[in-house]
């Protein structure tokens, strides 16, 4: 079971790394750019949780951008 606590954190990322990639403070490829766009809509709007590996590889990004 995904923890709320879990689910915060995904938005918080996901919200950095577009704000990140709209002041031009990261560079993403097409794969990630389509990747984050998906999981954004997959969160925030369809309140659906990430797959471990959707959770990693935001990670992963992150961790680029932040």
Do not use: P
């Amino acid at each position: 079971m995904i923890s709320n606590e879990t689910r915060e954190r995904w938005k918080a990322k996901v919200e950095t790394i577009i704000g990140a990639s709209e002041v031009g403070q990261c560079e993403m490829n097409e794969w990630e750019i389509d990747f984050i766009e998906n999981i954004h809509n997959r969160i925030i709007y369809q309140k659906q949780d990430l797959s471990w590996k959707q959770s990693q590889a935001l990670n992963k990004i992150y961790e680029r951008v932040g």
